[in-house]
């Protein structure tokens, strides 16, 4: 474990670094994007597409993936990486958030959850144990223990619950890990209380973990409270322990959460956006289903080396969008993911070259758009 | 126009013969399957994805994409070709069967036929030189002239008069057409009559075309009746002339066609079986939603050598289904297009080696399966 995560340059203004870390499928650079798989598959993409593109590490959910297509077939299929042809790293969510949040029945106690699967209304139970029992099946490269998740308007006495339960689940995690090649994170969890992080990310320390996840951010709270709550959280973790922020998403909040000192993102917005017609660009989001783009011959992104601009233009996009082509949200998906998996390589870069906060700065200001571009359709959102 | 087509090879034993279309955009070697992409996309698939499968030529429709995106778009595009990143082949279908299937009113003429848009309900006018000028500023290297189209059960006296137009409307697209570097096919229309038949094979050739089109088969009459028009109707064409039927699609249908005597193919049934979780097989064909495939992990045809067979099993695209991930379509789109233009290269090299009632009986007994497929789930639709 000595050598799971390396820093290998620092920002001299900001918490921002790079490292690298060393998975059994492979060194995956940071600070670092990972497509969103949650049924072992990223929506409108070949595990092809997401190797040319850079991918180095993708994510995948326990929960959906035990629902269907269910572990017997995984097990069978010789685990996850083999079932969905990807040879790279792969992370597993435990599917805590999603019992919390999918499931339309759940009943927890301190031995675990039991839950109705949001597909066929069948009864399951998850215990710590099982869950990773199903990602050793899975065998994903950096698994989550099962946490208990709470909203983010929760009451202090909910949260303290709900934490001492994460942190006696995650001890029965640590004891049932069986298998060396996979890492397991804890979750920092304690929702919008300081007091109770801290007690959290204490207590995910005692165990000296290869890295920590931060969890139940992101969820719906301002971003001056996920910002005030990062603030308070980072400086409390060791430097040499790679952070990994759940579910967090878009290009401007990766660029924030990176100065804060995290390493790792995951989230399915390139690829939703893709689906809904909008596309990242450096100067801001296009939602190319407006009209300005029915006759605009440049591609998605002028400043994009990716296949999809290389090859179209916004006018054809926006013809597929109109005419409902799949062909639509598969270019649109691509660019997308390229274009965060890109963002996290400018990112090491700058902070390898010292520059991270100017980079970020007229990122930031380029992707706020230069008025140009609003005329044209951009959405603000 | 000379060495516009060349028969390269005979089959002793049947019309079958193999040849070379020489087209502004390269060779294209017969018996060709065409991929049908009637919005300027080949459904679920990229025009890299389609080269790399070895897809010489593909379809697309006037009258789909005069209505969207427009002819405005496609012109400022600089062509068909080149606003949909294709840099192959294209033949487009005038529309004039769109027109007498899809659109919600329409009033023919001799000058043309009046119809509603099936999008918007807007009026139009399609004549024969509009249809020519469309596909000239489509580009496309085959045009096909505006036809009446008539259904199957249509009277003797229908038949008549709808083939009266369409042999006028042609003499005005043969006038009409002014690019050099496309060509034009007259349709052979008249219905179920062979001396409608008759009648329009011999004005078509009376215009010494590059190639001929067969129209108003495959629209719902039975398979005795397509042989018995197709039996009739190819001995009355020259032999250095490329036949092209339109809108025939499955793999035991082209078998059957070929041995007639025809060059050309086009259909949408590859992509379309594709998205509704149908795979192309050389023993048939399967249905991969069944539960028999749930822990099939063998590849969707032994036999075949794609992307798609290379990579991902039975088990994960039966998954994908279930899970209504686009991907499903995807890769039975890729494998099914891939699995048509695989089999006329086969067909090809069967011609070549004099063995083409061979191969053809070997492989639609394959192709009716050995009795395990069935068990398998195997559709025989």
Redesign the interface.
């Known amino acids: 474990m000595e050598n799971f995560f390396q820093i290998l340059a620092r920002d001299p203004f900001s918490r921002a670094r790079s490292g690298k870390l060393e998975l059994s499928h492979g060194t995956v650079f940071t600070p670092v994007f990972m497509p969103v798989g949650t049924?072992?598959?990223v929506?409108?993409?070949?595990?092809?597409q997401l190797e040319e593109m850079g991918t180095d590490i993708l994510l995948a959910n326990a929960y959906h993936l035990y629902l269907?297509?269910g572990m017997?077939?995984i097990q069978?299929?010789g685990g996850l990486h083999r079932?969905?042809?990807w040879r790279k790293s792969v992370l597993t969510d435990s599917g805590g958030f999603q019992v919390f949040s999918l499931a339309p029945l759940r009943k927890i106690s301190e031995n675990g959850v039991v839950f109705r699967s949001h597909i066929d209304g069948s009864l399951h139970e998850f215990t710590p144990e099982k869950v990773i029992e199903i990602q050793e099946i899975l065998g994903s490269d950096i698994m989550m223990p099962l946490d208990e998740c709470i909203g983010h308007s929760g009451l202090y006495e909910e949260a303290e619950q709900a934490l001492r339960r994460t942190l006696s689940w995650f001890e029965r995690s640590y004891v049932a890990k069986k298998r060396e090649d996979q890492v397991l994170f804890p979750i920092v969890q304690g929702g919008m209380f300081l007091e109770l992080r801290r007690k959290a990310a204490a207590h995910a320390l005692s165990f000296d973990p290869p890295g920590l996840a931060i969890g139940g951010l992101s969820i719906g709270e301002s971003k001056e409270k996920t910002r005030e709550i990062l603030d308070f959280l980072i400086p409390l973790l060791p430097e040499n322990k790679p952070r990994y922020f759940m579910g967090l998403g878009t290009p401007e909040d990766l660029l924030e959460a990176v100065e804060q000192g995290v390493d790792m993102f995951d989230c399915v917005f390139p690829t939703r956006a893709g689906r809904t017609g909008l596309a990242f660009t450096k100067r801001g989001r296009l939602v190319v289903r407006n009209a300005p783009f029915?006759?605009d011959?440049s591609p998605l992104d002028p400043d994009c080396l990716c296949?999809v601009c290389k090859?179209?233009?916004r006018?054809?996009i926006?013809?597929?969008i109109?005419?409902r082509?799949?062909?639509a949200?598969?270019?649109l998906s691509y660019h997308n993911v390229y274009f965060m998996i890109q963002l996290m390589k400018e990112v090491q870069k700058a902070v390898k070259e010292g520059r991270f906060k100017p980079f970020k700065e007229s990122y930031l200001q380029s992707m706020r758009g230069d008025g140009r571009f609003e005329e044209m359709g951009l959405s603000e959102k």
Chains 1, 2 share one sequence.
């Open positions: 049924l072992a598959a929506k409108g993409l070949l595990t092809e269907r297509p017997d077939i069978k299929a079932f969905m042809n029915r006759l011959f296949y090859h179209y233009t006018a054809y926006h013809h597929l109109h005419a082509e799949m062909l949200s598969i270019l």
